[in-house]
């Protein structure tokens, strides 16, 4: 905001209003900004017709964040004197800050033509753009602005977020490194920056970027959750948390660094801690399907069906579309024994989601494990598409042979699997024991091998070694 000058000595005659703007100067510089305001108040019925009061109130309303009660008095100062530049921008932002919008568009619009050579014009009418997701209009404002005033940081960082939304981003970095380098202290830029390299894959700068971010602000949210999501992708789940734990301090309220705060701890074994954050994101949206659903994993992987399974429930009850919760709650009535329960909800999901093997795969484990071999057989038949993604379709498909006895076709179906996917420790196990069965031990023990050499531990192959007398 441009402070404006009071130009009232040198009257020959003292409008009405002069004395009170000249106090009002006074208590404004001397740091009193509310008894300014006040004393134009006072004066303003009796001064109607002083343009300097109504301009200097509007700007202290704006200047003491105030911005609705403005308008009224740049209004009329623009109908005094319509020509006044200094009013029209004050009024523009007072507009731009309650969110008439077009109203902001009209006066920065006009400012630009009346002012061609003000960079602070085009940048403010580039920002009501910007607010009307008007990116092009919005970077070809700021980039006239440039023109006039290339060292403005604030207009670079701008000019970065239409770009960025704009779907430029390689462009958008560009403008955010300018804006750093221009104003190395604002926090802001650099978040921006960070967030514009991470989008653009170049983690590592992304996270220098970020990390001078919160050594600048050490409260700005938006640079610590995604600080953490580069972390979790690297696997370093410690730092992660550490992130997000401050994020969820910096917003207590803000459900998603709570919901993800919880699956990082969940992944680090911290489940008490995991617990606490799901029941947190819970508080701030009770019912909400993906914090009950992960909460009820949370107890799965604990072993405590009940509580898993209550979860699962009322994540459907809350959401019935939901097919994560579908699914796991009918892993979830597997391992509680409620077979019949199990098969429906794993039919159900089936029938979601027919594109997605996972369920059919399911039904298969678990017909397989009831010996329904030829159900168990359908259901791993219908996952087989014809690509890379059939290998455990196939695996499942030769197991329901082998159990059955038909020892060829399953082999002929490992092998279909082994030539997809040549580097699956468990299609050589299951070759394996196939051929074992047939006989041909010493291929068997060759797979059996192979199998430990792609998944060392691999616990059924290492039996199966152990079982022929060797060591693995």
Same mark, same amino acid.
């Given at each position: 905001?441009?402070?404006?000058?009071?130009?009232?000595?040198?009257?020959?005659?003292?409008?009405?209003?002069?004395?009170?703007?000249?106090?009002?100067?006074?208590?404004?510089?001397?740091?009193?900004?509310?008894?300014?305001?006040?004393?134009?108040?006072? =004066?303003?019925?009796?001064?109607?017709?002083?343009?300097?009061?109504?301009?200097?109130?509007?700007?202290?309303?704006?200047?003491?964040?105030?911005?609705?009660?403005?308008?009224?008095?740049?209004?009329?100062?623009?109908?005094?004197?319509?020509?006044?530049?200094?009013?029209?921008?004050?009024?523009?932002?007072?507009?731009?800050?309650?969110?008439?919008?077009?109203?902001?568009?009209?006066?920065?619009?006009?400012?630009? /033509?009346?002012?061609?050579?003000?960079?602070?014009?085009?940048?403010?009418?580039?920002?009501?753009?910007?607010?009307?997701?008007?990116?092009?209009?919005?970077?070809?404002?700021? /980039?006239?602005?440039?023109?006039?005033?290339?060292?403005?940081?604030?207009?670079?960082?701008? $000019?970065?977020?239409? $770009?960025?939304?704009?779907?430029?981003?390689?462009?958008?970095?560009?403008?955010?490194?300018?804006?750093?380098?221009?104003?190395?202290?604002?926090?802001?830029?650099?978040?921006?920056?960070?967030?514009?390299?991470?989008?653009?894959? %170049?983690?590592?700068?992304?996270?220098?970027?970020?990390?001078?971010?919160?050594?600048?602000?050490?409260?700005?949210?938006?640079?610590?959750?995604?600080? =953490?999501?580069?972390?979790?992708?690297?696997?370093?789940?410690?730092?992660?948390?550490?992130?997000?734990?401050?994020?969820?301090?910096?917003?207590?309220?803000?459900?998603?660094?709570?919901?993800?705060?919880?699956?990082?701890?969940?992944?680090?074994?911290?489940?008490? =801690?995991?617990?606490?954050?799901?029941?947190?994101?819970?508080?701030?949206?009770?019912?909400?399907?993906?914090?009950?659903?992960?909460?009820?994993?949370?107890?799965?992987?604990?072993?405590?069906?009940?509580?898993?399974?209550?979860?699962?429930?009322?994540?459907?009850?809350?959401?019935?579309?939901?097919?994560?919760?579908? %699914?796991? $709650?009918?892993?979830?009535?597997?391992?509680?024994?409620?077979?019949?329960?199990?098969?429906?909800?794993?039919?159900?999901?089936?029938?979601?989601?027919?594109?997605?093997?996972?369920?059919?795969?399911?039904?298969?484990?678990?017909?397989?494990?009831?010996?329904?071999?030829?159900?168990?057989?359908?259901?791993?038949?219908?996952?087989?598409?014809?690509?890379?993604?059939?290998?455990?379709?196939?695996?499942?498909?030769?197991?329901?042979?082998?159990?059955?006895?038909?020892?060829?076709?399953?082999?002929?179906?490992?092998?279909?699997? $082994?030539?997809?996917?040549?580097?699956?420790?468990?299609?050589?196990?299951?070759?394996?024991?196939?051929?074992?069965?047939?006989?041909?031990?010493?291929?068997?023990?060759?797979?059996?091998? /192979?199998?430990?050499?792609?998944?060392?531990?691999?616990?059924?192959?290492?039996?199966?070694?152990?079982?022929?007398?060797?060591?693995?």
């Amino acid at each position: 905001m441009v402070a404006l000058v009071a130009a009232v000595g040198g009257a020959a005659v003292a409008a009405p209003g002069d004395d009170a703007v000249r106090e009002a100067i006074a208590l404004f510089n001397s740091g009193k900004p509310a008894e300014a305001i006040q004393k134009l108040e006072d =004066a303003r019925p009796s001064a109607q017709d002083n343009i300097l009061l109504h301009n200097w109130l509007g700007y202290l309303y704006l200047k003491t964040g105030q911005a609705a009660q403005a308008i009224s008095p740049l209004e009329r100062a623009r109908e005094l004197d319509p020509a006044n530049e200094e009013a029209l921008r004050n009024l523009g932002n007072a507009c731009l800050e309650t969110g008439d919008l077009d109203k902001a568009r009209a006066c920065f619009e006009e400012l630009t /033509r009346r002012q061609p050579k003000s960079a602070d014009a085009f940048y403010s009418i580039g920002n009501v753009y910007l607010r009307q997701e008007e990116y092009a209009k919005a970077a070809a404002a700021y /980039r006239s602005a440039l023109e006039l005033d290339p060292n403005d940081a604030r207009v670079h960082n701008n $000019l970065g977020v239409a $770009l960025q939304n704009s779907g430029q981003v390689i462009p958008a970095v560009g403008a955010y490194k300018r804006a750093t380098d221009l104003a190395p202290q604002e926090a802001l830029y650099w978040t921006n920056y960070g967030l514009a390299l991470k989008e653009s894959r %170049q983690s590592a700068l992304a996270l220098e970027a970020l990390r001078k971010a919160v050594a600048i602000n050490r409260d700005d949210y938006a640079a610590h959750m995604s600080l =953490a999501e580069i972390y979790a992708g690297q696997g370093k789940l410690t730092l992660a948390i550490e992130a997000l734990t401050q994020a969820a301090r910096i917003q207590p309220d803000e459900y998603l660094a709570h919901l993800n705060l919880g699956v990082l701890q969940g992944k680090a074994g911290q489940n008490a =801690a995991a617990e606490r954050s799901y029941l947190r994101a819970l508080e701030l949206r009770p019912g909400d399907p993906e914090a009950l659903n992960n909460l009820g994993w949370l107890y799965y992987t604990q072993g405590n069906m009940d509580w898993a399974i209550e979860r699962f429930e009322a994540a459907l009850a809350s959401d019935p579309k939901f097919s994560p919760a579908r %699914q796991n $709650l009918a892993a979830a009535y597997q391992a509680a024994g409620q077979m019949e329960k199990a098969i429906s909800l794993w039919e159900q999901a089936a029938a979601e989601r027919p594109d997605d093997p996972a369920p059919r795969l399911a039904l298969g484990n678990l017909y397989l494990k009831q010996k329904e071999y030829e159900k168990a057989r359908q259901a791993y038949q219908a996952t087989l598409k014809g690509g890379p993604g059939d290998v455990p379709g196939l695996i499942g498909v030769a197991l329901v042979l082998e159990r059955t006895g038909k020892l060829a076709e399953a082999e002929a179906e490992l092998r279909k699997a $082994l030539k997809l996917d040549p580097n699956s420790a468990t299609a050589h196990n299951n070759l394996g024991s196939v051929l074992e069965r047939a006989g041909r031990k010493d291929e068997a023990r060759r797979h059996y091998e /192979r199998a430990v050499q792609l998944e060392p531990g691999h616990p059924d192959a290492m039996k199966n070694l152990a079982r022929l007398g060797i060591r693995s």
